[in-house]
């Protein structure tokens, strides 16, 4: 069992950054894929980004490519979420979830743990 819990969140003007984390317990070490999803009132959870259990690979939607770094370190258990240069279309609450396999995936039928959301809101 895993649990997850995300900070970071808040209200940014547009072209602001913010960094995300999320802290894992429970199951702890670089034998498990996580990502982020974000979801967005009336819409379906959509991958932001996962990264691999050592944190040598990872996979972004093409939204946010160039402008979101996902990256762990595992001597903290700890994932984070860069995100720079903000859209006001980014405004969601972004999910932090982990997998039992050490690839992610970008559906959410590929990760077995979830937190509970932090909002982001980018308005003027």
């Known amino acids: 069992q895993v649990q997850l819990v995300e900070s970071g969140g808040g209200l940014v003007q547009p072209g602001g950054s913010l960094r995300l984390s999320c802290a894992a317990s429970?199951?702890?070490?670089?034998?498990?894929?996580m990502g982020w999803f974000r979801q967005s009132p009336g819409l379906v959870r959509e991958f932001v980004a996962g990264?691999?259990?050592?944190?040598?690979?990872?996979w972004y939607a093409d939204s946010v490519k160039g402008r979101f770094t996902i990256s762990r370190d595992n001597t903290r258990n700890t994932m984070y979420l860069q995100m720079n240069t903000l859209k006001p279309e980014d405004t969601a609450v972004y999910y932090c979830?982990?997998?039992?396999?050490?690839?992610?995936?970008?559906?959410?039928?590929?990760?077995?743990?979830w937190g509970q959301g932090t909002q982001v809101t980018v308005s003027s």
């Open positions: 429970g199951r702890t070490g670089r034998d498990f894929a």
């Open positions: 990264i691999t259990g050592t944190g040598a690979r990872y």
């Open positions: 979830a982990a997998s039992d396999g050490s690839i992610p995936g970008v559906g959410v039928g590929s990760y077995a743990y």
